[in-house]
Protein backbone atom coordinates (compact mmCIF):
# COMPACT_ATOMS: atom_id res chain seq x y z
CA UNK A 1 0.00 0.00 0.00
CA UNK A 2 1.19 3.64 -0.83
CA UNK A 3 0.09 7.11 -0.23
CA UNK A 4 0.92 10.24 -3.02
CA UNK A 5 0.42 13.22 -1.91
CA UNK A 6 -0.06 16.21 -4.14
CA UNK A 7 -1.13 19.62 -5.04
CA UNK A 8 1.36 21.63 -2.99
CA UNK A 9 2.86 24.49 -4.75
CA UNK A 10 3.32 28.19 -4.30
CA UNK A 11 0.84 30.60 -3.80
CA UNK A 12 0.44 34.24 -2.81
CA UNK A 13 -1.36 34.92 0.51
CA UNK A 14 -4.96 34.68 0.38
CA UNK A 15 -5.27 32.05 -2.38
CA UNK A 16 -6.24 28.39 -2.10
CA UNK A 17 -5.19 25.19 -2.97
CA UNK A 18 -6.36 21.39 -2.71
CA UNK A 19 -4.22 18.87 -1.81
CA UNK A 20 -4.73 15.22 -2.59
CA UNK A 21 -3.76 11.73 -0.69
CA UNK A 22 -3.98 8.76 -2.72
CA UNK A 23 -4.20 5.53 -1.88
CA UNK A 24 -2.93 2.25 -3.76
CA UNK A 25 -2.12 -1.13 -3.73
CA UNK A 26 -4.56 -4.13 -2.41
CA UNK A 27 -6.27 -3.29 1.21
CA UNK A 28 -9.85 -3.53 2.28
CA UNK A 29 -10.73 -0.06 3.50
CA UNK A 30 -9.30 3.20 4.49
CA UNK A 31 -10.35 4.12 8.08
CA UNK A 32 -9.30 7.02 9.44
CA UNK A 33 -6.85 10.04 7.32
CA UNK A 34 -5.13 12.84 8.65
CA UNK A 35 -3.05 15.48 7.11
CA UNK A 36 -0.45 17.27 8.98
CA UNK A 37 2.42 19.72 8.37
CA UNK A 38 5.64 20.35 9.34
CA UNK A 39 7.54 23.61 9.08
CA UNK A 40 11.24 24.01 9.25
CA UNK A 41 12.23 23.93 13.18
CA UNK A 42 9.02 22.93 14.36
CA UNK A 43 7.24 19.71 15.10
CA UNK A 44 5.43 18.16 13.04
CA UNK A 45 1.51 19.16 14.05
CA UNK A 46 -2.12 17.32 12.74
CA UNK A 47 -4.06 20.38 10.99
CA UNK A 48 -7.29 18.02 10.01
CA UNK A 49 -8.08 14.29 10.24
CA UNK A 50 -11.60 12.33 8.44
CA UNK A 51 -12.60 9.43 9.78
CA UNK A 52 -14.55 6.21 7.61
CA UNK A 53 -17.66 8.13 8.47
CA UNK A 54 -16.98 11.20 7.56
CA UNK A 55 -16.62 12.65 10.56
CA UNK A 56 -13.85 16.02 11.00
CA UNK A 57 -11.79 17.82 13.20
CA UNK A 58 -9.58 20.41 12.64
CA UNK A 59 -6.80 22.03 14.22
CA UNK A 60 -8.04 25.73 15.79
CA UNK A 61 -5.32 27.51 13.39
CA UNK A 62 -7.52 26.74 10.23
CA UNK A 63 -11.13 25.86 11.49
CA UNK A 64 -12.83 27.90 9.02
CA UNK A 65 -10.69 28.28 6.23
CA UNK A 66 -9.86 24.23 5.48
CA UNK A 67 -12.06 21.34 4.44
CA UNK A 68 -10.87 17.53 4.29
CA UNK A 69 -13.10 15.64 2.11
CA UNK A 70 -12.91 12.10 0.55
CA UNK A 71 -13.83 10.30 -2.08
CA UNK A 72 -14.02 6.47 -0.96
CA UNK A 73 -14.39 5.68 -4.93
CA UNK A 74 -10.86 6.98 -5.63
CA UNK A 75 -9.65 6.00 -2.56
CA UNK A 76 -8.66 9.84 -2.14
CA UNK A 77 -9.22 12.20 0.79
CA UNK A 78 -8.61 16.07 -0.52
CA UNK A 79 -7.22 18.99 1.68
CA UNK A 80 -8.83 22.17 0.43
CA UNK A 81 -6.97 25.46 1.97
CA UNK A 82 -8.20 28.78 1.18
CA UNK A 83 -7.64 32.01 2.29
CA UNK A 84 -3.85 30.99 2.80
CA UNK A 85 -1.41 32.45 5.39
CA UNK A 86 2.37 32.79 5.24
CA UNK A 87 2.31 30.42 8.48
CA UNK A 88 0.47 27.68 6.54
CA UNK A 89 3.75 27.49 4.76
CA UNK A 90 4.94 24.12 5.34
CA UNK A 91 5.21 20.16 4.09
CA UNK A 92 2.13 18.34 4.16
CA UNK A 93 1.98 14.61 4.57
CA UNK A 94 -1.13 12.75 4.34
CA UNK A 95 -1.00 9.84 7.02
CA UNK A 96 -4.15 6.72 6.83
CA UNK A 97 -4.86 4.00 9.07
CA UNK A 98 -5.71 1.07 6.10
CA UNK A 99 -7.37 -2.10 6.71
CA UNK A 100 -5.54 -4.93 5.29
CA UNK A 101 -7.33 -7.80 2.85
CA UNK A 102 -6.92 -9.92 6.43
CA UNK A 103 -8.15 -7.23 8.31
CA UNK A 104 -4.98 -6.16 10.09
CA UNK A 105 -5.17 -2.41 10.34
CA UNK A 106 -1.75 -0.63 9.70
CA UNK A 107 -0.30 3.23 9.63
CA UNK A 108 1.03 4.88 6.48
CA UNK A 109 2.88 7.87 5.65
CA UNK A 110 2.63 9.73 2.37
CA UNK A 111 6.02 11.39 0.81
CA UNK A 112 5.15 14.91 1.97
CA UNK A 113 3.78 17.51 -0.44
CA UNK A 114 5.47 21.52 0.01
CA UNK A 115 3.13 24.46 0.06
CA UNK A 116 4.58 27.69 0.37
CA UNK A 117 2.87 30.88 1.12
CA UNK A 118 3.94 34.17 0.02
CA UNK A 119 3.37 37.72 1.45
Known amino acids: VQLQASGGGLVQAGGSLRLSCAAS????????VGWYRQSPGKQRELVAT???????NYADSVKGRFTISRDNAKNTVYLQMNSLKPEDTAVYYCNADITSGLGRKYNYWGQGTLVTVSS
Open 25 to 32: GRFLSIVA
Open 50 to 56: ITSGGST
